[in-house]
C-alpha cells in the first residue's frame, strides 16, 4: 500500500555537527514532498517542500534532496543547533489525492551540547 | 501575519460528553484540514474541506465525530460522547490550493477524556 516512513526513530547529533534525517516512500505517483518540524508541545512547521521533478532544494540551513530512482528523501540540517531539537516528519502530497498529506512515523532529533 | 488558531487549548471532559473544537485558519486558505496525534505518534488524517466542494470525511474514525466549516473560514469539529480513546492531540492545517499544497498548522488541542 502507499505509505512514507522513516529509517531512524531517534538521531542524536552533536552541536555543531550536520544532521541526516531519512525517509522513504512507496508512492511513484507524489507530486511533492514536505518536510516538518514539532517541537513539543506545538504543531508541525513547515520547513521546506521539494518538487518530485527536482533532486535538490535548499533552504536556510536545510536541504532536501530526492532520490526517485530508491525512492528515498532527506533532509540535512547543517550546523546543527539545541533548537533544532525536535521530531521531524516527512509527508508526501498528491493532487490527484485532494491535497490529503500524507506523514511518515517521525524521526526525534537530539542535539547534544 | 497571523497563523493558525485553535482554541481551547486544553480539553478535560468525562466519557460520555460532547467536545467541540475551534479552528480559525490563516485568512485567504481555501483548504483546511483536521488531524489527530496521539502521543508519540504520526499524523491521523480526519477530514479536509476545500473551497465550496463537499468535504473530504474519509478520515473520520466513527460517527461520533463530524466537522463543518461556516462561511469558508472558520471550522469546528465536534466530538459526540466521548471516549477514553479519543484522548489526543487535534490540529488543524490550512493552504492555498496551489503550489506544493503545504499545510501550515495550528497549535492543536490537547483532549483528555477521563
Known amino acids: 500500500g502507499e505509505s512514507v516512513g522513516l529509517h531512524l526513530p531517534t538521531l542524536s547529533v552533536q552541536e555543531g555537527d550536520n544532521s541526516i534525517i531519512n525517509c522513504a516512500y512507496s508512492?511513484?505517483?507524489?507530486?511533492?514532498f514536505i518536510w516538518y518540524k514539532q517541537e513539543s508541545g506545538k504543531g508541525p512547521q513547515f520547513i521546506i517542500d521539494i518538487r518530485s521533478n527536482m533532486d535538490k532544494r535548499q533552504g536556510q540551513r536545510v536541504t532536501v534532496l530526492l532520490n526517485k530512482t530508491v525512492k528515498h528523501l532527506s533532509l540535512q540540517i547543517a550546523a546543527t543547533q539545541p533548537g533544532d531539537s525536535a521530531v521531524y516528519f516527512c509527508a508526501e502530497n498528491r493532487r490527484a489525492a485532494g491535497n490529503k498529506l500524507t506523514f511518515g512515523g517521525g524521526t526525534r532529533v537530539l542535539v547534544k551540547p | 501575519g497571523a497563523g493558525v488558531s485553535q482554541s481551547p487549548s486544553n480539553k478535560v471532559t468525562e466519557k460520555g460528553k460532547d467536545v467541540e473544537l475551534r479552528c480559525d485558519p490563516i485568512s485567504g486558505h481555501t483548504a483546511l484540514y483536521w488531524y489527530r496525534q496521539s502521543l508519540g505518534q504520526g499524523l491521523e488524517f480526519l477530514i479536509y474541506?476545500?473551497?465550496?466542494?463537499?468535504?473530504?470525511k474519509s478520515g473520520l474514525p466513527s460517527d461520533r465525530f463530524s466537522a463543518e466549516r461556516t462561511g469558508g473560514s472558520v471550522s469546528t469539529l465536534t466530538i459526540q460522547r466521548t471516549q477514553q480513546e479519543d484522548s489526543a492531540v487535534y490540529l488543524c492545517a490550512s493552504s492555498l490550493a496551489s503550489g506544493s499544497g503545504a499545510q501550515y498548522f495550528g497549535p492543536g488541542t490537547r483532549l483528555l477524556v477521563l
Open positions: 474541506f476545500q473551497g465550496n466542494s463537499a468535504p473530504d
Open positions: 508512492n511513484s505517483a507524489s507530486d511533492y
